[in-house]
């Protein structure tokens, strides 16, 4: 079993919607939670991170870790066509020797 | 040019061929990784260089060889293709270990091994 399983979609929401993107997780010990965007033929960007358990908010961004759950989220609000990529969530902890734990990836289109 | 590079963007290989990819970048970030990235299995970690003349392995490093004699460059080699090696090949870096939750990564290689 992994130790980060992520629905991989694909998901398609027309614009305007609310995305919720999703992550669970089994290793306790994971301490920094981050989401990265992939355009098609890109590399992975980070979008957003949190550490520990809480919400972050940026611009249409939130993100949200419940550590009791081992459940982490994105939510997208008033998505934009320009949001359609690929959404990796990916988890470390301080004791992982720098390395982080991805997740395969949700595949998001929004429909103009 | 700043940031992180990677050579060749595309390569076609034969069997039983050795190739490397190379990866550049210009931050002198600490940290060096190497993923392949395959459809249904997400990123996969196959190196990975905490300083220069520090490597580990991950959690795919099977026929693949790597090193790390200058901070800026991560060379990682295969030494003897296989078909099962076709992928896209991403390069990453990030700048501590205290920062290692933020990495960035390269444009990455399409490799197709024939």
């Known amino acids: 079993q992994k130790e980060v399983e992520q629905d991989p979609g694909p998901l398609s929401v027309p614009e305007g919607a609310i995305v919720s993107l999703n992550c669970t997780y089994s290793?306790?010990?994971?301490?920094?939670f981050m989401w990265y965007r992939q355009y098609s033929r890109k590399g992975p960007e980070l979008l957003m991170y949190?550490?520990?358990?809480g919400n972050k908010e940026d611009g249409r961004f939130t993100a949200q870790v419940d550590k009791s759950s081992k459940y982490i989220s994105l939510f997208i609000r008033d998505s934009q066509p320009s949001d359609s990529a690929t959404y990796l969530c990916?988890?470390?902890?301080?004791?992982?020797?720098?390395?982080?734990?991805f997740g395969d990836g949700t595949t998001l289109t929004v429909k103009p | 040019d700043a940031g992180i590079t990677q050579s060749p963007r595309y390569k076609i290989t034969e069997t039983g061929r050795q190739v490397t990819l190379m990866c550049h970048q210009t931050?002198?970030?600490?940290?060096m990784f190497w993923y392949r990235q395959d459809l249904g299995h997400g990123l996969r970690l196959i190196y990975y260089?905490?300083?220069?003349?520090?490597?580990d392995k991950g959690e795919v490093p099977d026929g693949y060889v790597v090193s790390r004699s200058k901070t800026e460059n991560f060379p990682l080699t295969l030494e003897s293709a296989t078909r099962s090696q076709t992928s896209v090949y991403f390069c990453?870096?990030?700048?501590?270990?205290?920062?290692?939750?933020?990495?960035?990564f390269g444009p990455g290689t399409r490799l197709t091994v024939t």
């Open positions: 990453a870096s990030s700048e501590s270990f205290e920062s290692s939750y933020e990495q960035y």
């Open positions: 290793n306790s010990a994971f301490q920094y």
């Open positions: 949190t550490y520990s358990s």
């Open positions: 990916a988890m470390s902890s301080r004791t992982n020797a720098g390395k982080s734990t």
């Open positions: 931050w002198s970030h600490s940290y």
């Open positions: 260089s905490a300083a220069a003349d520090i490597t």
